[in-house]
């Protein structure tokens, strides 16, 4: 089946928009494979976008930025018959390194030009998409600092976590899942659909993208002396093994809290007064990888 192609690009995204993406892609991807180039230039209109890929009868959608430009074309792409593929130009292309996608573009492209496709689950909160993690908490909070800044990249990230880490206090939870109550003090609430929340930073190493289930790691409050272990352990893929870390797995998640709070869905930040519900959709989206 002839398959047709349209490349949504975020000019302004992540670490790499010193390239010309469009340039970039007539010059590398087959001439002989049909494709339309879609800019998405105003960031605060997705709608107009979205409309273009639903009425274009394509069968795969190609999302050419950072973890929110996925999120935003996954969210368009999941449950039709067309498939999402990924052009990283993120700073932690966490959906893309949870499917072993380059991040070469050159092999990227590839990716997408082989078109090989398999099914994975995606996931609400608060009945917003999202395909890697959402959570509340530390990881939330820096999720905004990091979207207000004006430099991107894994140093800024880790620049502004630890700036922001000594003035942050943990709050209290009450935490369902399937309908067993959990109440405990935490740093931060990840819900995890993949492991990661991106630059091969594990938060939830036992994740998997199509089992149907929603990996919960309820980090508690812990002293400067565990930061380094910590550390080591979220790079290492064994941050379940900490005596830290309480995991747990469901596929509805309610967390409830006092006032409004931060919260993130694939590394976007929102803000939420009082509760978050979370579930799991089963094979939702088709991905090219």
Known sequence: MTQKIAFVINPNAGVKKKIDIIEFIKTHFPRHISYDLIVWKNKDDFESVKQQILSGNYSII??????????????????????????????????????????????????????????????????????????????????????????????????TTVKEFFGYTPNHYKITIDGNLIETKAFLISVANAGQWGND???APEAELSDGILN??????????????????????????SIQLQSEKGKQIDIEFNGEL????????????????IKIMPLALNIVC
């Open 262 to 277: 931060p919260v993130h869905f694939d590394g976007e930040p929102i803000k939420v007064s009082n509760k978050l519900s």
């Open 201 to 203: 930073v594990y938060i």
């Open 216 to 241: 919960v790691s309820i980090l508690k409050p812990f002293s400067l002396f565990a930061i380094p272990m910590i550390g080591v352990k979220l790079f290492s893929k064994k941050i379940h093994t």
């Open 62 to 159: 190609v999302a050419c930025g950072g973890d929110g430009t996925v999120n935003q074309v996954a969210s368009v792409v999941m449950n039709t018959n067309m498939a999402l593929g990924i052009f990283p130009l993120g700073s932690g292309n966490g959906l893309a390194r949870s499917n072993r996608i380059p991040l070469d573009l050159k092999k990227a492209l590839q990716i997408i030009e082989r078109g090989t496709m398999k099914q994975i689950d995606g996931a609400l909160i608060n009945e917003h998409p999202f395909f890697c993690t959402a959570g509340v908490g530390f990881d939330a909070h820096i999720a905004g600092e990091f979207a207000a800044s004006t430099k991107r990249g894994f140093v800024t990230y880790f620049k």
